[in-house]
């Protein structure tokens, strides 16, 4: 049997619901790493982040998508983007939730 490890998440959307979540899997999820967080929007992520002690934030989502360390992402971009970004997380060979 393989050695259990927490399974290491990333957030994909900064704003309000996102930062809910971010700090679910960060302070609540047992087994659960936060481990980066993306947003378009200068600064949202690296202040989300440093508030939730994500070793990573990103500008652009393919640049986070490329990380070898996520295993998933939890998508909480504005439902018009939900899509494309859950189409490249998949994509990317990554798990995806995706907030509704």
Known sequence: ????????????GAGRIGSFH????????????????ADPAPGAAQKLAAALDAP?????VSE????PEIDGVIIATPARFHTSV?????????????EN
């Open 22 to 37: 971010a700090e679910s899997v960060a302070r609540r999820l047992v087994d659960a790493n936060l481990v980066a967080i």
């Open 64 to 67: 986070l998508l490329a990380n």
């Open 86 to 98: 859950v189409v490249e997380a998949a994509n990317a060979g990554k798990a995806v939730f995706c």
């Open 56 to 60: 990573e934030a990103y500008t652009s």
């Open 1 to 12: 049997m393989p050695a259990h490890r927490p399974v290491n998440l990333a957030l994909i």
